[in-house]
């Protein structure tokens, strides 16, 4: 009989050792999944501050630069009220309210800074529009203002066009400088075609657009040495790889 109760008593040991270590590993999950979650609004916060301050000398836009800082404002809110003590979290949230009171930049009353070498040029195109892509997901997401959406991206786009009527602009010359004719003509042509497309033209197109086509009445000759506003642009900048923009992709 004592060793039915021993049984007993070790079967009632043995079960709460077991659901002891049950409610342990479920506590250590939970505080798991909620560091994961706190993580993952950091990581997303930490992202587009970098994308914001990588594109602190291009002029994308109030509006581009006020969706970019109220999503790094909703990221922080929803890893505070995760983590209401942590005083990091508190400051970065405060610090980011204090940048949305002005979020417009000087450098956005500047027109856009072309690089005169092509890779460079064309690296420019694909992180702009990388950030227009970027910008366009916050449509979906019902906490952001989504009728910010549309003049932001309009922005980006017409950077994008006049890099690439830039871009085109140069090739042709470059072509002119080989003795490239008919390459030189169709990149000027392309370059023309992009400035039709547009109704209404501001300062900065139309003078490519004068630019261009004085280039295209010159004999080739002339059209080498002809000097355009976009040749005295290029300025000193530490060349930036397209991914490190952006950071690499997490998988939550």
Not at 154 to 171: D, G, P, T
Request: with cysteine; charged share 25%.
């Amino acid at each position: 009989m004592d060793s039915f109760y021993t049984i007993v008593v070790i079967a009632i040991i043995l079960f709460a050792c077991v659901a002891g270590i049950s409610i342990v590993q479920k506590k250590e999950q939970a505080k798991t999944a909620l560091r994961q979650k706190i993580a993952k609004y950091r990581y997303r916060a930490n992202e587009t501050a970098n994308i914001l301050d990588n594109f602190s000398g291009v002029p994308i836009g109030e509006e581009a630069r006020t969706l970019l800082l109220l999503y790094i404002k909703l990221n922080l809110s929803a890893a505070r009220k995760l983590a209401p003590s942590d005083k990091m979290l508190a400051k970065s949230l405060e610090d980011i309210s204090l940048q949305l009171q002005t979020p417009q930049s000087s450098v956005d009353k500047q027109r856009l800074n072309i690089p005169k070498d092509s890779l460079q040029l064309n690296r420019l195109i694909k992180q702009l529009s990388k950030l227009g892509q970027y910008l366009l997901k916050f449509k979906a997401i019902k906490a952001m203002p989504a009728a910010t959406v549309p003049p932001a991206i309009n922005r980006i786009m017409l950077l994008i066009s006049e890099a690439k009527i830039c871009a085109y602009i140069q090739q042709g010359k470059k072509a002119l400088t080989e003795h490239n004719y008919v390459d030189a003509q169709r990149n000027f042509q392309t370059a023309q075609q992009m400035l039709d497309k547009f109704t209404k033209k501001d300062a900065r197109l139309t003078t490519l657009e004068s630019e261009l086509k004085e280039l295209a009445n010159l004999k080739p000759s002339e059209a080498v040495n002809k000097n355009l506003s976009i040749d005295g642009e290029e300025k000193n900048q530490e060349e930036t790889d397209e991914d490190s923009i952006f950071g690499p992709k997490k998988k939550w």
